[in-house]
């Protein structure tokens, strides 16, 4: 696993069209993609999707091809642009002069690898559909014989698609296309050696390039201003349409350009290693300086970095802080654009107007947590949710120190892990409750025991759905190694099947059921199974369990368990949790 890839793999899983794409990721596709592309000699990319409404081909898919072609030129490999007549016009226009007839191609070219990119694929009936269902066989040509006759004969495959309609979703596992919408209809059979989800499939192609650049050690990545003329042109000389409006105007699947670029650069950010693994002393500005940024600033003073502060509200800085400067009243990119990194409180949204300057400056924004893990850190037990993270960890603490062990605990409302650190006497773990603001960008954060409590539709100002939701939720455990642990609520199907997704160890909670590993209640009685054995927590002469919110008492339980204290030990902690005052 490569942190950055990772991060590149679930950021591009971001969903503004609410299609559930996170729900299609199959895990380490992307970075199994970029590896085996870089071997390649010959490339064919097949691209173009038609959209019925407007009688045209599609703003998303041939852009994206173009980059990725691009990248591997760069790398020496030969690629071929391949389409139908419908959409060879796009392709044209973007100075490609494509294959449109691939009766013998595969024999005629050679390519070692085949990548589909935004390109219907038959559903199980041999038709091809849209995401609503519609039947565009008649104008659409079978370009996914190229991938089976490829699998045959032990070419490479990759499928890049936003919504299990595209050439390579075969590979998805059919109950998880059930859950998009007209799943079952439009579902493609084709399924390729790596399948790439993405919430717009240029989006993929910018991810497997910027993928293949992490591998690379260098940036194949086009410039935003070359990306928006691809977009553009595409629509102006090439006839292409927005796929999800239908109009003919420069946007993919009803976004703006914008929106297109600020995910191209969010991916740049990400080929380069963190400006904080240089080993030298950077300017780091910090977007607000509540407690948080009060405490990073701390941090990166006493690890011999400098800080400048920007803040709506007027600043008193902490005695004895020295800083390169201070600006009030707002944030300006005059001011941060001299810094190597800023950090952003959890309150600056990824899409606000600081953070679009910082991007196209090419500066990288981090959160507090990440820069906190970044600079070092004791062994972590994350916990998040919707509701109940710090209760939850306040429980965990208690049954630590019941058995006579220190656990410092913090997170989003209690110390920030940068104040933690500080702290010259820190020698013990640290439970932290961690919010999804703080998760939107992290990269290397890997704690040891990851806790998903529970999923409502909160935040949905900021992340706009509840699938989105729980991708963010999912960068807790992104990181995870086989030695990590994860706890997964088992009576919510939707993080029951974040499972498939996690690369550690996967333990489950449930108040309703026994289950294979994990936690669960039995007339009123805690079982544990973490190594093949049940156990049972007290004595049967011990009143049944009594706590007003049972599954956070069980992820704690769960977590302590994994921590190495004795079933006998939390049988008597147990006894003693106090029920919690609030479920914050």
Known sequence: MNPRITSIENLIASDPGGRNVFGLVV?????????????????????????????????DGPPGAKILGSALSQLGIEVDYITD???????????????????DYLDRRQPTHLVSIERAGRGRDGRYRNMLGVDITHATAPLDELFLK??????????????????????????????????????CTVATDFCIAAGVSNWGAYGLVGAISVLEGRDLLPSAASCADDITVAVCDGGAVDGVTGRSEPTVDGLDLAASLRMLEEIRHLIAPSPLAGGRSILVGILGYGETGRAVAALLTAKGHRVCISDRQSVT???????????????????????????????????????????????PVMSGLELAYQLGTSDLIAVTG?????????????????VGRRLSIGGNRGLPLAALLIRDDLTNPIALAVSSFQLESVVHFRPHIAILLNVDEAHLDRHHSVAEYIRIKSRIFMNHKPDDALILPFDD????????????????????????????????RIRLNVNGTVETLGSSDDAPMTYPFSENLLAGVLAARLWGITSEDLAVAVRSVPAPEGVE
């Open 493 to 524: 199907e939707r993080l029951r099947s974040l499972a498939r997704k996690h690369h550690g160890r996967t333990f489950f909670i449930s108040t309703l059921q026994e289950v294979d590993r994990g936690a669960w209640l039995m007339k009123g």
């Open 386 to 402: 919707t509701i109940g993270k710090r209760s939850t960890v306040e429980l965990i603490q208690h049954l630590f120190t019941q």
């Open 317 to 363: 800085l902490a005695g004895g802080l020295v800083v390169a400067g201070v600006e009030t009243g707002g944030h300006s990119i005059e001011f941060l654009s001299a810094c190597d990194l800023v950090v952003a409180s959890p309150g600056v949204p990824a899409d606000s107007a600081i953070r679009n300057e910082l991007s196209r400056l090419g500066i």
């Open 150 to 187: 490829a699998s045959r004969r032990g070419l490479t495959t990759i499928g890049i698609g936003d919504g299990g309609n595209e050439i390579g979703m075969g590979k998805v596992f059919a109950e998880t296309l059930a859950m998009i919408a007209n799943g079952s209809d439009i579902a």
């Open 27 to 59: 895990s380490d596709q992307l970075r199994l993609a970029a590896q085996s592309l870089r071997l390649a000699r010959r490339v064919g990319i097949v691209s173009g999707f038609y959209i019925e409404s407007a009688g045209a081909g599609e703003t």
């Open 85 to 103: 007549r419908i959409n060879a016009p796009i392709f044209c226009a973007l100075g490609i002069e494509p294959v449109v007839d691939v009766n």
